[in-house]
């Protein structure tokens, strides 16, 4: 039986095409070891990497050892801490990079599966600046207090990155949105800001950097290092403001995609903590059925 909390496979690991051009070997063992050394340095901050300041030139250092270049279009900060609530931040999902991207423009904290926690190193820096998991193999009641922990913490001031397809693509254009954590937002009150990442070498967009099915996560690192002129494309879009989850959602996913729609009004009763008919909705909403 198929679990509501039932993601997407995303694309299959073969879309991730190998980097053209690629830097000379000397040059990839010296991304390798810059990158040891940033990572290095990182876990050995302790609880300062949790430091907006720290954490974002940290995330821009980890992108310097891999040579990736950051190119942010429409200049403007992730959150919109002028509401005194926090802002979901969401984002389509292409890689692990994509995190390390976002981070470098603005520290937000990040939504990510529990799998990511398990990961060497980058498990312990996740925990360290202070990652939400959430785990997508869990009971469908817990999802109602999941959505309820994070309308929390967008009411407390907290920015939180989300990515809704939930899992990764090789291009932008990917996957549904889920909209449960829109629902968030609704029930914070919260602004959503849509944000755009996409990955391109020599002006055109490539999968080098995507991150796919059951692959293993140093074949993705190691087509990222090697590749040469690779640069991440940020593009942040105006935050969006609604009543109804599925609403934001249609308008995020729209904005992300570079598709112009307005956002039509509506109403939505928040989810209650536990297995009433709204959580099992707000269940089925996360993973787009």
């Avoid at 998991?133 to 109602?144: A, E, T």
């Avoid at 397809?165 to 968030?184: E, N, V």
Wanted: charged content about 25%.
């Amino acid at each position: 039986m198929r679990s509501p909390w039932t993601v997407d496979r995303g694309c299959p690991a073969s879309c991730a095409v190998e980097p053209d051009p690629r830097v000379p070997l000397g040059e990839l063992t010296r991304r390798y070891a810059a990158l040891t050394y940033t990572l290095t340095r990182a876990v050995a901050r302790g609880d300062r990497l949790a430091e907006p300041r720290v954490l974002r030139a940290e995330a821009r250092a980890v992108l310097g050892a891999l040579g990736v270049r950051l190119e942010v279009a429409r200049a403007a900060r992730l959150s919109a801490r002028d509401r005194g609530v926090g802002t979901l931040v969401v984002a389509n999902h292409i890689s692990w990079l994509d995190v390390v991207a976002l981070l470098a423009v603005d520290p937000v904290s990040v939504l990510a599966k529990r799998e990511v926690g398990r990961w060497p190193v980058i498990g312990t820096l996740a925990r360290r600046v202070g990652t939400r998991f959430i785990d997508r193999d869990g009971s469908p009641r817990r999802l109602p207090c999941a959505v309820a922990e994070l309308a929390r913490d967008l009411r407390g001031g907290t920015s939180v990155l989300v990515f809704p397809q939930a899992t990764t693509w090789c291009s932008i254009a990917g996957g549904d949105f889920r909209r449960a954590a829109f629902q968030a937002a609704v029930d914070a009150g919260a602004p959503v800001r849509p944000v755009t990442v996409e990955y391109r070498q020599g002006g055109a967009a490539v999968t080098a950097a995507a991150f796919l099915g059951e692959e293993d996560f140093t074949a993705s690192l190691r087509r990222v290092a090697a590749a040469s002129g690779l640069t991440a494309r940020v593009t942040v879009h105006d935050p969006l403001i609604g009543a109804d989850r599925r609403a934001l959602a249609e308008a995020a996913r729209r904005a992300v995609l570079g598709v112009a729609a307005p956002l039509s009004g509506g109403s939505s009763r928040a989810a209650a903590c536990g297995p009433s008919a709204a959580g099992r909705t707000a269940s089925r909403e996360w993973s787009g059925a």
